[in-house]
């Protein structure tokens, strides 16, 4: 299906980064950021809390259908830890940020996240959970998947100056 411009999914464990990098991606292009966890809450597209991990369960066919009309025209940044609710057909680009675990582990700490939660997103990225779920979504239907480093702000730059050509040489 062609788009103008192009939807691009960033997604990695909760703190690798995600929210930074879509925020500086939207700044230097032309796309619109969509943090889709801010959306799950505030459009409340979920159908229950976890208190334990003060998280939601989003609910997929509720952000699918919030994000569709957002997505056929294109030129999205669409920013979430998880990829399995996104058709196929409305992605261009899946990039996954990665931090090692210790980086990791001290940003979450630093949010005063609950042990369980912590260790439970540590975990996540030490079975690159995100990685695996964004293959088996997007692998078959010849997506090209980016996996980039993201702990530093040297990375960061590379990981957005290499994005930004994919979206200037679109279409
Ligand atoms: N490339 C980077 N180098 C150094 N620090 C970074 C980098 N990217 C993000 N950070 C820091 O890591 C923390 C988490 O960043 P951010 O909130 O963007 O993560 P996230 O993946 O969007 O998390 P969540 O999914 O929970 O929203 C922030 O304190 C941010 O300043």
């Not at 788009?3 to 691009?8: G, S």
């Not at 032309?30 to 505030?42: D, G, I």
């Amino acid at each position: 299906m062609s788009r103008p411009k192009p939807n691009i999914l960033v997604t990695g464990t909760p703190g690798v980064g995600k929210t930074t990098f879509c925020e500086a991606l939207a700044a230097a292009s032309s796309l619109e950021h969509l943090e889709v966890s801010k959306m799950v809450r505030e459009k409340r597209l979920y159908r229950e809390w976890d208190d334990e991990l003060d998280c939601s369960i989003f609910d997929e066919e509720m952000v699918q259908d919030a994000l569709e009309p957002l997505l056929e025209s294109g030129g999205c940044v669409v920013d979430f830890h998880s990829s399995s609710f996104l058709d196929e057909s409305l992605v261009d680009l899946v990039v996954v940020l990665r931090v090692d675990t210790s980086t990791l582990y001290d940003r979450l700490e630093k949010r005063h996240y609950p042990e369980s939660k912590v260790k439970q997103n540590v975990e996540a990225e030490i079975f690159q959970s995100c990685l695996d779920e964004a293959r088996e979504v997007f692998e078959e239907a010849d997506i090209q998947i980016w996996e980039m480093p993201h702990d530093t702000e040297e990375h960061m730059e590379e990981a957005l100056e290499r994005v930004l050509g994919f979206v200037r040489s679109f279409g």
